[in-house]
């Protein structure tokens, strides 16, 4: 049997792309070759149809496949009778099918191969089963002395077969990969330092509550504390600020966030952060929040996230609430006093005596739209 090569080295490799790990599966093939030597065959007196078996060979002794040659010395049907006909057989196998390739051959005088045919893929026999050539070769030319293939009246037939065996799988990893980058951790050490309030160099008193920070990661996330320690401030002169309009969770939450980029408890405090987060011009956490409210929209708070979102000029969010209230005024029976749903809600009755302007955008929304909707709005925000 071959042996399985090894795969490759990388060096050996092309200059493509280079996976970290690799499997490289050889269909492991044992071929073998048979000489079969048929006397005196001109006397072959067989009649159309009738066969000539050889013994069983196999590819050593420790192989329990066997297989034989069959010839038709006059062909196997009316189609063939001019022809010799040869197949391969497999007698005996242990196993349901094995997979094979054939090649077919008459040694000449001179023992050099001669009309050779082969399969052109391997083929599936189980026990009994046969593949050849039906028109292997022409009689008369066969038997025609002046083409050398019957010297001294014998036929020799050389036969070579390739048996697929079981697959192997080799399989490793690239030694030229083996460095792991680890993962960035950037946002929980920063997280930690907020955490720890290690090497703070201002505070922050929020409704009384004090919290350490440090003025440098404040102005590189906000715009509004870069100023505030930029310029000769107050803040920036006693490194103090105080915050009385923002409550010390949604303080903690949007720290939070501009230390680690990160806000779990968004969605419990979407409405109180929106608005901390357009006061610090924090824009990624304006759309996260802006998110959060779309998910939330309901027939009773629908109103209110319009005013929220016309008070902190959140686009998005405020295209979304309208979309939504036209909605539930066309949609659910396409008469306009459903629009009652809505506009009956404490909300929508507080936004018609103190935003009259939403009223009327909404209203202008609703006239220009130029077919029915086909459901509430929901789409993605774009984040900054």
Not at 59 to 79: F, I, T
Not at 113 to 129: C, D, I, N, P, W
Not at 313 to 320: E, F, G, P
Not at 336 to 341: I, Q, S, V
Request: proline share 4%; aromatic share 8%.
């Amino acid at each position: 049997m071959s042996r399985v090569p090894s795969p490759p080295p990388p060096a050996e490799m092309s200059s493509g792309p280079v996976a970290e790990s690799w499997c490289y599966t050889q269909i492991k093939v044992v071929k073998f070759s048979y000489m079969w030597t048929i006397n005196n065959f001109s006397f072959c007196r067989e009649e159309m149809g009738e066969v000539i078996k050889s013994s069983t060979f196999s590819s050593g002794a420790n192989d329990k496949l066997k297989w034989c040659l069959r010839v038709n010395p006059k062909g196997l049907d009316e189609e063939s009778k001019d022809y010799l006909s040869l197949y391969l057989l497999l007698v005996s196998c242990p196993k349901a099918e094995v997979r094979a390739k054939f090649k077919f051959s008459i040694l000449n005088a001179k023992g050099e191969e001669t009309k050779a045919m082969e399969s052109q893929r391997a083929y599936r026999f189980v026990q009994g089963k046969d593949w050849g050539f039906k028109k292997f070769i022409r009689r008369d030319f066969l038997l025609d002395e002046a083409n050398g293939l019957l010297p001294d009246d014998k036929l020799t037939l050389f036969c070579e077969v390739s048996v697929v065996q079981d697959s192997v799988n080799i399989s490793g990893q690239n030694t030229m990969n083996m460095v792991k980058v680890p993962d960035c951790r950037l946002a929980d050490e920063l997280g930690g330092l907020w955490e720890n309030s290690r090497f703070t160099d201002c505070s922050l008193c929020v409704a009384g509550q004090e919290f350490q920070a440090h003025k440098a990661i404040l102005a590189a996330r906000s715009p509004v504390f870069s100023a505030m320690f930029e310029h000769e401030m107050e803040e920036s002169k006693k490194n103090r600020v105080e915050i009385n309009d923002v409550e010390p969770e949604v303080f903690k939450e949007m720290m939070c966030f501009i230390y680690t980029d990160k806000a779990p408890n968004l969605d419990k405090m979407a409405d109180d952060l929106l608005a901390a987060a357009d006061k610090y011009a924090l824009e990624r956490l304006k759309v996260m929040c802006e998110d959060a409210l779309c998910t939330s929209l309901s027939v009773e708070n629908a109103a209110e996230i319009l005013i929220l979102a016309d008070l902190h000029s959140a686009d998005q969010l405020k295209t979304q609430a309208v979309d939504f209230i036209n909605y539930h005024v066309h949609h659910l029976t396409g008469k306009l006093h459903h629009a009652a749903e809505v506009m009956e809600t404490a909300g929508w009755k507080s936004m018609v005596a103190s935003h009259p302007h939403l009223v009327a955008e909404a209203y202008r929304s609703l006239a220009s739209a130029q077919c029915p909707f086909l459901g509430p709005p929901r789409k993605r925000l774009k984040q900054s």
